[in-house]
Structure formats: structure tokens, C-alpha cells
């Protein structure tokens, strides 16, 4: 049984950063695709970023583009995501999820097998 648990949430000024991380038990980890995704309060959960298996590919809702930065270690079993330039629409629990079944990079939800608990973050304006 895989688990993944998301940690570096937290209170943050508008123009802040933060960073996510995901930690992962099991070798699976390191030969799959690890995404993140976010969820306001009344919204539904929405794609953020994801991260193939040896980090050749990326992906990112343009909404978080050229502000958020995934990444990930295969030798420590994690995977970040580096947040700069926040703001308050960046206000949700972000979850960490991954793909057991393919190595390609899909932005909904339905292609992710596990999940962690998440981590609230939350940005002031």
C-alpha cells in the first residue's frame, strides 16, 4: 500500500511563496507520474501541475504558469512544487496524486489512483 503525504502548507502574504511537498512510500513512486492538484472551497478539484517519471515533462494550468515550479526526486521518494508570486485566488488544499497506470502527463483527475490528505494553503491579500 502506497501513501502520500503532502506537508509545507501554510499562511502566506499575496506576493509570498511557498513550498509543497510530497512524500511517498514505496519504489513505485519513482517510475510514475506525480501531479498536483487544488481545491477551494465550493470549486471543484482542479489540475495544477504534473511531472513525469524522469522529469523530461511538465505541465502546468496556465493559471500557475511561470510562477510555479514542479520537481521531483526519485532517491528521496518526493516531489515539490515550488510556489512564487502568490495570490488569493491561490487559496485551496493542494493534494499531491500519482498515476499508477501510464508514464504520460494527463490534467484530470480521473487518470490519478492515489491521493494524499492534502495541505491547506492559504494567501492574504
Known amino acids: 500500500q502506497v501513501s502520500l503525504v503532502e506537508s509545507g502548507g501554510g499562511l502566506v502574504q499575496a506576493g509570498g511563496s511557498l513550498r509543497l511537498s510530497c512524500a511517498a512510500s514505496?519504489?513505485?513512486?519513482?517510475?510514475?507520474?506525480v501531479a498536483w492538484f487544488r481545491q477551494a472551497p465550493g470549486k471543484e478539484r482542479e489540475f495544477v501541475s504534473a511531472?513525469?517519471?524522469?522529469?523530461?515533462?511538465?505541465s502546468y494550468a496556465d493559471s500557475v504558469k511561470g510562477r510555479f515550479t514542479i520537481s521531483r526526486d526519485n532517491v528521496k521518494n518526493t516531489a515539490a512544487l515550488q510556489m512564487n508570486n502568490l495570490k488569493a485566488e491561490d487559496t485551496a488544499v493542494y493534494f499531491c496524486?500519482?498515476?499508477?497506470?501510464?508514464?504520460?502527463?494527463?490534467?484530470?483527475?480521473?487518470?490519478?489512483?492515489?491521493w494524499g490528505q492534502g495541505t491547506q494553503v492559504t494567501v492574504s491579500s
Open positions: 496524486a500519482v498515476d499508477w497506470h501510464t508514464s504520460s502527463i494527463y490534467t484530470h483527475r480521473g487518470a490519478y489512483d492515489a
Open positions: 514505496g519504489p513505485r513512486f519513482r517510475t510514475h507520474t
Open positions: 511531472i513525469n517519471w524522469d522529469s523530461t515533462m511538465t
